[in-house]
């Protein structure tokens, strides 16, 4: 218990820092005690369909950060941080308003607070060009875990085996990809179905571009000879886990507006999933739990995957939040019921006192 007070202590006190404005903005705008505590349940609901839809976000960001350095761990903890809450849950939405209505910081951020449902229309309707560019970036994260020559760890043996292989054939992930997002675009009007191919092709290239990035960064680090150069260090890593989580909050921000078109409900929910997400990064770095557990790393990417192409769909219909968080929950908690599966076989198979070989 004390172990865990340790890593969630911080995402606890900014909870109830959250749920105290509420209950304050609550009381302010309406007066209503009915009505503020049924607004600070919307900011509960919120706060758990974030962590919900992000706990493979979370152990992805551990997968990414063990091979970092301790500089920029820290650096993208907080930095990073202050980024997804305050700069996707708050900035993004209110930027998406300005572009696409052409309005200044000042006026659409009054719009956000006095004329909440017009706000709401306005966001809503550039989710197709968001599920292009988030659902491509996504799809390309989960991809490139699988479309690995030298991975030689398979939990879903018969299918990751063979995009393994595939993977000797130069961007036949990319490949793949434009397929899928070529079909689902014929299914759109002309101008929505321009407007999902272009995001998503900008989605692909910003994969591209982070990952361009960190090559670099790390032939440098070879040149260099750098003492303990790592798979994603430095600059290169940090781009990368913030274009990502970026990309998760896409969705979740999408979604908060089923539940409410408050600008500053919306925000104080989301941030507190996003703190406990920061809290569950941090819990699986420190205790090393991806390397115990084999086959989690691999349930959270099958999980983007899913997203990626959830998100990717959703330009022509809604799919509902509760079945995209469930559909990650049940990959990632199969991945850990195999990988404990999996620590028994070899603890059951290991010379010990009691199976050691006889003769």
Known sequence: MATLLRFYKFSFVFTLICLGLGVWYGWASTGNVGATASLLWIIVVLSVLEVSLSFDNAVVNASVLKEMDEVWQRRFLTWGIAFAVFGMRVVFPLAIVAIAAGLGPVET??????????????VSSAHVGIAGFGGAFLAMVGLKFFFDLDKDVHWIRIVELQLARFAALPAAEIALLLLVMWGISTMLPPADALTFLVAGILGLVTFIAVEGVNTILEMRAEAARLQGAVIRSGLGGFLYLNVLDASFSFDGVIGAFALSNNMIVIALGLSIGAMFVRSMTIHLVKQGTLAHYRFLEHGAFWAIIVLGMIMLFSAVAHIPET??????????????????RHN???????????????G
């Open 109 to 122: 951020l009054n719009l956000s607070l006095n004329d909440p449902e017009r706000y709401e229309e306005i």
């Open 323 to 340: 079945i995209t968080g469930l559909i990650g929950a049940i990959l990632i908690g199969l991945s850990f019921w195999w990988s404990v």
């Open 344 to 358: 028994r076989s070899q603890a059951l198979s290991a010379p010990g006192p009691d199976n050691a070989p006889v």
